[in-house]
């Protein structure tokens, strides 16, 4: 069983930066893929970053590249979503989320949301025009 809390949430105006935390606990295998992502409300969960062990292989969505980052430090135990000129768009929850193997995956990262087997509780980013 993998427990995972993220923090790190809060309002801020467009334009702005947040660091989002998640702090990765329990059985973890030799291999872990970690993701984020968001849903705001009345849309679906998307795929935000995606990430494999502690890197380099990192998958951004589209849309986000050159303004979000994903990051795992393994020492601390801890994934990291960096996030640069905050949109009002951006405001949803966002969710760590993580599966773990003995062996190397075909897919070392993706943004779909059923490939994951582990969720958090969220934290929620508020972006004011």
């Known amino acids: 069983q993998v427990q995972l809390a993220e923090s790190g949430g809060a309002s801020v105006q467009a334009g702005g930066s947040l660091r989002l935390s998640c702090v990765v606990s329990?059985?973890?295998?030799?291999?872990?893929?970690l993701g984020w992502f968001r849903q705001a409300p009345g849309n679906e969960r998307e795929g935000v970053a995606s990430?494999?062990?502690?890197?380099?292989?990192?998958l951004v969505a589209e849309a986000l590249k050159g303004r979000f980052a994903i990051s795992h430090d393994t020492a601390k135990h801890t994934l990291y979503l960096q996030m640069d000129n905050l949109k009002p768009e951006d405001t949803a929850m966002y969710y760590c989320?993580?599966?773990?193997?003995?062996?190397?995956?075909?897919?070392?990262?993706?943004?779909?949301?059923?490939?994951?087997?582990?969720w958090g509780q969220g934290t929620q980013v508020t972006v004011s025009p």
């Open positions: 990430i494999f062990n502690s890197g380099p292989e990192t």
């Open positions: 989320a993580a599966k773990t193997w003995n062996f190397v995956p075909a897919m070392l990262v993706t943004l779909t949301d059923g490939n994951y087997d582990y």
């Open positions: 329990g059985y973890i295998k030799a291999n872990v893929r």
